[in-house]
């Protein structure tokens, strides 16, 4: 990739699309699933190579939970696969794993497998993977509400600490705004993805279904980030 390029400080990228790509080839929607972690490895990375500082995956909503139990029961396996055996070589990669998103309704094992990878990798420096699991930007702001209720009603907190940058702060992992965010499939939607963080973002939505998001597309991508001309409100320049 030219050197000269912009890299987005912090990517959000909803990976959408793994039940279409199986479907179309005349697989189960789950080996969709089971391919997007080859696609998601890759893809790591690359964005550690290429200078990305923090990225933010949408692997599981709130939401997510409607699907039918077989999906989200084979989801949950492959979380735990993935944090337990084949995420480990983010741990000398320089990666630090965090996780966004309500601790309940998840199976005990998968809440251990968050937290040894997370214990694991904590001391990494190069890229934040902050990886969103039964996570709702609607539930963020609920818990994040409660949690400085809690602060001001044990007055640790004025009224008048409370601004735009501590609520930042407060949400479930204090992160910089998303400068880009991508959602693969050619759906156009946040579906509840970082609304808060999301606010000044630029958004790519590729076609290619998620399993097939190569960094070869990521590299597509960034050279589209780098013709937007972000004004954050302000005039043209
Ligand atoms: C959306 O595609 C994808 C999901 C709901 C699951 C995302 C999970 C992964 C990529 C794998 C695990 C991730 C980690 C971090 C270990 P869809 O099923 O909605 O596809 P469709 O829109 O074609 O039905």
Redesign the pocket.
């Known amino acids: 990739m030219d050197k000269d390029l912009k890299i987005p400080n912090h990517v959000g990228i909803i990976?959408?699309?793994?039940?279409?790509?199986a479907?179309e080839r005349g697989m189960v929607?789950t080996m969709?699933?089971k391919n997007?972690?080859k696609t998601?490895k890759a893809l790591c990375l690359h964005m550690a190579d290429v200078g990305v500082k923090y990225a933010s995956?949408?692997?599981?909503?709130t939401e997510?939970f409607k699907r039918e139990k077989s999906e989200v029961d084979y989801?949950m396996d492959?979380?735990i696969t993935?944090?337990k055996k084949?995420?480990k070589f983010l741990i000398e990669k320089n990666v630090r794993v965090v996780f966004s998103g309500r601790r309940e309704p998840l199976p005990e094992k998968v809440l251990e497998a968050m937290d040894e990878i997370q214990e694991q990798t904590k001391n990494n420096k190069d890229l934040v993977l902050n990886?969103c699991?039964n996570y709702g930007s609607h539930a963020e702001m609920v818990d994040t509400t409660k949690k400085i209720c809690e602060m001001y009603k044990e007055g640790k907190i004025a009224l008048d600490d409370i601004n735009e940058e501590f609520i930042q702060k407060n949400l479930y992992q204090d992160l910089p705004p998303l400068d880009y965010v991508i959602r693969t499939?050619g759906?156009l939607r946040l579906s509840n993805f970082m609304m808060y963080q999301a606010s000044y973002a630029e958004f790519y939505f590729p076609k290619v279904?998620?399993p097939d998001f190569t960094p070869e597309e990521f590299d597509k991508a960034i050279l589209e980030f780098n013709h937007r001309n972000r004004r954050f409100g302000g005039v043209k320049k």
């Open positions: 990976m959408d699309g793994n039940g279409r790509w479907q929607r969709g699933h997007a972690i998601l995956l949408y692997a599981f909503s997510n989801l492959l979380f993935s944090f084949e995420f990886i699991l499939s759906e279904y998620f």
